[in-house]
């Protein structure tokens, strides 16, 4: 997904904000998801089931600046029952020097009782069919 830094992604010295990437990393999962035909809405309404982030490992490697255009993707790197362990990279388009990088874990809960879920095996088998990191963008919804 391409995203543009804006001022108010920004502090004082024109960088990126920390928990900015965070937000931007959820939008991308959100958008992958979708264009795996998840629509968390719909999915919560109809069987109590959300994801949720499990664990979180994030690696800020260099910074990103006031109007830079970014590129942020996901990768599925291992699927379980309950739970994938995730990938996303945030770069500059054309450039393949990493800016930031993270490792998490999603899992599928019934929100109600915080209790695990099972993801629902044709949504993984659509994860891992798309095998390399996806790039969803807004025709993919």
């Known amino acids: ?49 959300g994801f949720v982030v499990r664990d979180l490992s994030i690696d800020y490697r260099r910074p990103a600046r006031l109007d830079e255009e970014l590129l942020v993707d996901v990768r599925l790197l291992e699927a379980r029952r309950a739970s994938w362990t995730l990938a996303q990279r945030a770069f500059r388009p054309g450039d393949p020097e990493l800016l930031v990088g993270a490792r998490l874990r999603i899992a ?30 807004p025709n993919d919804a």
């Open 1 to 49: 997904m391409r995203m543009r830094v804006y001022y108010e992604d920004t502090d004082a010295g024109g960088i990126v904000y920390h928990a900015n990437w965070l937000r931007w990393f959820e939008r991308v999962r959100t958008d992958w998801l979708r264009a795996l035909g998840v629509v968390h809405s719909r999915m919560l309404a109809e069987t109590g089931v």
């Open 108 to 137: 599928a809960v019934h929100l109600a009782s915080g209790r695990p879920a099972p993801i629902p095996r044709d949504l993984a088998e659509r994860a891992l069919a798309r095998g390399a990191p996806v790039h969803p963008g």
